[in-house]
């Protein structure tokens, strides 16, 4: 795959704080990348130095090969989609204008453009909104409106900042809607957010950054494989109190039970095992469950270790 974004040891401050220290990031075409972490990480600041706005004190940072702070920064942008975290809309013009606006500045070819904006604001359920002055927009209305200039222009590179922050359920369903889209037509996407649940079944990258370091990346995979080794399984049983033998098995890393019982294994391969002593024991089993880690308990575990 190709590399949209490339970044190496990308230091920024302001006065004596290090918003970004010492960024290394990879990502190809048709991926997700997740930028988690709390306020304050320099998640914002990354999207800034990714779109030109603002420049790396040291280190390199090119996007679709060039270098988005210096003179091929128009071209870059002109590739790139973002919707920040307060997005800034033209309160006296209309949806239509805002949009009309954004995708003359994109150069949108003009025979095309009335079919671009009908689409990008279907695509969101603000078709109807459009005649009307985003004054009197909905905070839902203003980040849908904000979404479909993003897209108008048909980016290959979508940059979002805290996307659904303040978003009715339905719209932030829209939301990462677009962004499964996205990858799935070959573009990257960039998704900054402190919300774990968001990032959870889309990322295909997770970057973790806290005070502007990164403290790991990889897949949630190799994130689950780094961080939570061996396997969790969740059982159950007719008479509860049998399951408290196997605390005892050679193989049983940790055992605690409360309602259900819950066993941390070495590996995945010792469960046929566990069911085998336990059935062995007499135990009538009602659930065997193992357990698949959420992206938020492998983040927890890794703020624990870093």
């Known amino acids: 795959m190709d590399t949209v ?3 190496r040891g990308v ?43 603002l420049a790396p004190d040291v280190g390199d940072i090119t996007v679709f090969g060039m270098n988005p702070s210096g003179p091929d920064g128009a071209q870059v942008r002109r590739r790139c989609g973002v919707v920040p975290a307060r997005p800034a809309l033209y309160d006296r013009l209309s949806g239509y204008d805002n949009l009309r606006y954004a ?17 990008a604001a279907a695509r969101f359920g603000i078709l109807e909104a459009l005649p009307k002055r985003v004054g009197t927009y909905s905070t839902g209305m203003r980040a849908r409106l904000a979404l479909a200039r993003a897209v108008l222009h048909e980016p290959d590179l979508l940059l979002l900042d805290e996307p659904t922050a303040g978003l009715d359920p339905e719209s932030a369903r829209a939301v990462l809607g677009l962004i499964d889209e996205m990858a799935e037509e070959g573009k990257a996407v960039v998704m900054c957010t402190h919300l774990l649940l968001e990032a959870e079944g889309l990322a295909d990258k997770v970057v973790v950054l806290d005070r502007g370091a990164t403290l790991v990346s990889g897949s949630p995979a190799e994130l689950t494989e780094r961080f939570w080794p061996g396997t969790r399984v969740v059982l159950d049983a007719e008479q509860p109190t049998v399951l408290d033998g196997i605390a005892d098995l050679p193989f ?16 995945a391969d010792t469960v046929p ?3 085998d002593a336990l059935v062995g024991a007499g135990a009538r089993l009602t659930r065997v469950e193992p357990q698949t880690p959420s992206l938020e308990q492998i983040y927890f575990e890794i703020r624990s270790r870093t």
């Open 103 to 119: 995708g003359e500045l994109f150069e949108v070819a003009a025979e095309t453009l009335p079919e671009r904006i009908e689409h």
């Open 252 to 267: 049983v890393r940790g055992y605690s039970r409360n309602g259900v019982a819950t066993v941390d294994l070495a590996t």
């Open 11 to 53: 230091v920024r401050t302001f006065g004596d704080t290090r918003a970004v220290d010492g960024l290394d990031l990879g990502i190809p075409t048709g991926s997700v990348t997740v930028l988690l972490g709390p306020n304050g990480a320099g998640k914002t600041t990354v999207v800034r130095l990714l779109t030109g706005a």
């Open 5 to 7: 974004i490339s970044a």
């Open 273 to 275: 095992d566990l069911v």
